[in-house]
Each structure stands twice: as C-alpha cells, then as structure tokens.
C-alpha cells in the first residue's frame, strides 16, 4: 500500500505523521509506505493513476497562487481528480487550502481576521458525527456540549491566508474562532487548516519565520497542550492510513 505524499517545501515535512501513518494496531495489519514527492528538488508531481492508494497534500509558507511555487497549478489538478476518482486523500493547510482551490472553492490570502497563530480549539459541526476521518474525534466530545459547542480538538495552527467559500457540494466539518472552514470533505478528500503533524520544534521554526507571532507564546500554548495535540493528531493519521488500507483492500477486490 502507496501513500503519496506532495512536500511543497522542506520546513513543512511530514514531521510526526511519518511515524503516526506507519503504525499498525497489530501484526496482522499491513502498514502503509509512504512516496514523499519534494517537487521544491525537482521531482514530478505525479499523474493520478501513479499515487498508488491514497494522496497527502502537505503545507507551506506560500500561498495557492505562489509563483515562487510553479508545481501547484498541477497540484491542484491532481487533488480535483482525487476528489471524485475515490482516492482518499488529505490536504493540511496550504493542502486544504489547494483542495478548495481546486474544486471550485474560493481562498482569501492574507484574510481579514490576520494570522491564527498556536494552539486553537477546533469545533465540530453536526456533520462530523459521521464523518470517517473525524468521526472518532467527535464521539469523544462531551455528551453535555453540542457538537457546534463543545472542541473536537486542540490543534497548532499557522496561517493567515483561509478558505472563505466551500466548493459547491463539500461537507463543512469543523470551525475554529477566527475561522469557519478548519475542515471539510468534499468527495474522497479531506481538508483541514490546522496542522495534525507538526511537531513542538518544527512549530517553532515557523513561529520564527513571522513577524507578527511571539514563538515563545505558541511554544508555551503547545506544551501546554501537548497531550490534547498528540492524542488528536495520532488518531487523524490512524484513520487516514486506515481508509488507505480499506481503498487499497477495495481495489484488490475489484
């Protein structure tokens, strides 16, 4: 099982997420291998038919239209095939971003609110309850919340550009105080603008890059959430490796 995996620059890896879609629950599970793509060094992004059993869109410091970025028109491209072609794929941040682009969505760069910056509480909406990539999480908010009210998740966040319109047909997921699109599904791609895989020291370097965010600030928000941040972002890697394998085990069968 192939999960490719699209790096748009080497300050955004896959960090924690590299180990988290690797494991297995037991032995009788086959683990997924993951193909990184690093277009910034010159590699292809791929066709559709050679991404194997599901697609990763990782993030970056530039936007959806960055000319500094030339593989994205190809990116994009690739994620609306993804989209109805029944491949799961996920989109972290300038990903989701792309993913919205791509299927008819709209994106503000340098939006309104200004840059969401450390760890911020994502809300659900109703419709996580049933969602495969995030259902989980949502089972786990409290009984006394309602899924709009009560925190999905505690997730680093680091951008100031945003989705400020759904493309047609997505199904909207999860918001956050500043902004309302942190996750959504449209087809068999997922969107999220927070950052599941990050790490406690790849943060800080972003942190760095940014004028306008106190890296001690969002360190200390990261510490202190550190539990919430890795048990989230371990289950949103498991279950999207599981829906790779369950793809994977479809076509096998097909």
Do not use: K
Request: charge should be negative; include cysteine.
């Amino acid at each position: 099982m192939i999960l490719t995996v699209i790096e748009n620059m080497p300050s955004v890896p896959l960090d924690r997420f590299a180990g988290w879609l690797t494991e297995t629950p037991d032995v009788a599970t086959p683990a997924v291998t993951l193909a990184v793509v690093r277009p910034w060094a010159g590699d292809a992004i791929p066709m559709l038919a050679d991404c194997g059993d599901g697609l990763l869109v990782l993030g970056g410091q530039g936007s959806v239209v960055d000319p500094a970025s030339p593989w994205l028109p190809a990116t994009r491209d690739l994620l609306a095939q993804a989209s109805v072609a029944g491949l799961p794929t996920l989109g972290l941040c300038l990903g989701a971003q792309l993913l919205a682009a791509a299927t008819g969505g709209q994106v503000q760069v340098a939006a309104p609110p200004g840059r969401e910056a450390g760890v911020i509480d994502i809300h659900p909406r109703p419709e996580a309850a049933a969602d495969a990539l995030l259902g989980g999480l949502a089972a786990d908010v409290p009984a006394d919340h309602p899924l709009n009210g009560g925190v999905l998740a505690a997730m680093p966040s680091m951008h100031a550009d945003a989705v400020v319109d759904l493309p047609s047909g997505a199904v909207w997921l999860a918001s956050s105080r500043l902004y309302p699109y942190q996750a959504f599904r449209v087809g068999s791609a997922w969107g999220l603008q927070f950052h599941p895989e990050v790490s406690e020291e790849v943060f800080a370097g972003w942190a760095e890059l940014h004028d306008d965010v106190d890296t001690a600030e969002v360190v200390e928000q990261f510490r202190a959430r550190a539990d919430d941040v890795e048990h989230a972002g371990r289950a949103i890697a498991h279950r999207f490796a599981a829906l790779v394998r369950e793809s994977a085990a479809l076509a096998v069968t097909a």
